[in-house]
């Protein structure tokens, strides 16, 4: 994991974004992210984290909504960033994935002569 974390920290110091890493004993399975409650035992089979304020949720989305908060919290105040000094951010522009991520093939782009291939795999004239 010290690869990716390095590799990480450094795409996003070329983006000029941010990495925020949190502690590796903080809680965020275990914490209800409704209420606050920490749950003293947490068992890895159990999928669903239900909390007695009545939160019932998948347990890696409130992990990942505990994650947000920190992160959240530890960021400037009102979403600042570089980019945005007054937390605004402006429109982001949707760029779609092409090729295996989406399951359509991507044309290929010819690097030289074509040449057709038969059913065996020999050059066709």
């Known amino acids: ?56 949720l998948d347990r890696d989305l409130n992990a990942a909504r505990n994650l947000a908060a920190l992160v959240q919290a530890s960021s400037p105040s009102c979403g600042a960033t570089v980019n945005e000094p007054d937390g605004t951010p402006r429109k982001a522009r949707t760029v779609r994935a092409a090729g295996i991520a989406t399951g359509r093939l991507t044309p290929r782009v ?16």
């Open 1 to 56: 994991m010290g690869e990716v974390r390095r590799q990480s920290v450094y795409k996003a110091e070329w983006q000029g974004t941010a990495v925020h890493i949190a502690d590796r004993w903080y809680p965020s399975s275990k914490t209800c992210s409704a209420c606050g409650e920490v749950k003293a035992k947490l068992s890895l089979k159990k999928r669903v984290f239900k909390c007695e304020c009545g939160l019932r």
């Open 110 to 125: 010819s690097q030289g002569r074509d040449r057709e291939v038969s059913d065996q795999g020999t050059d066709l004239p």
